[in-house]
Structure formats: C-alpha cells, structure tokens
C-alpha cells in the first residue's frame, strides 16, 4: 500500500485514479487490527489503488474531509468521492470487502 506524501499528492490522486483512502495512525489499535487484512483486500480490488494516510500528518485533510475516527476509508472515482466507510469503530475485512463492493462500478 503507498503512503501518502503531501497534499498535492492527495489531490493528484483523486483527480485521476480510481483511489481508496485508508485514514490511519500508528498509535490506532483498531488501525492495526485491520492492517493485516490489506494485503488481501487490496489484492481483490485490483482496479483500485490504496493509499495509507497518516491522520496525524495530514490533519487538515481530515479535517477538510470530516474524519473523525479512524480507521476510515474514502473512495474516489474520476475525481470524485463516490463513497465513505467513516466511524471511530472497528472495522473488519469483511465489512470493508461489503464497502468495496458497494461502490459504483468502474
């Protein structure tokens, strides 16, 4: 999974690519209950690239975007957000699978 950079990236990313965001800290437990589960998720949703975004680093994103628990996900297509996976809960393989799939077909 890349991680993100700089906001200028974040913003060239979700003008262009078919992107999930995955809002994350490293002091989360929730965040790394999910971490080894990616590797799979992502290997399933090959159409989409996955980006990790430190909440910590990039607070203002957060901020903009109305992140208020992590783990969360944010989803875009051609520039726009097509679907938001945002609470302070726990998140499972299965329910981000059900997330994924739920999106717009790309």
């Not at 060239?12 to 929730?30: Q, R, T, Y």
């Not at 990616?38 to 975007?65: A, G, N, S």
Request: net charge negative; hydrophobic share 40%.
């Amino acid at each position: 999974m890349k991680e993100l950079e700089s906001v200028n990236q974040y913003n060239e990313l979700i003008a262009k690519d078919n992107v999930i965001m995955l809002f994350s800290a490293d002091w989360c437990g929730d965040c790394r209950f999910i971490e080894p589960e990616l590797p799979e998720i992502e290997e399933t949703f090959p159409t989409y690239t996955f980006v990790k975004v430190d909440r910590d680093k990039f607070i203002e994103i957060c901020q903009e975007h109305a992140i208020l628990g992590i783990p969360s996900f944010l989803a875009y297509q051609n520039g726009k957000e097509v679907g938001r996976f945002v609470s302070k809960d726990r998140k499972t393989k299965e329910e981000v699978i059900k997330f994924i799939e739920d999106l717009p077909s790309i």
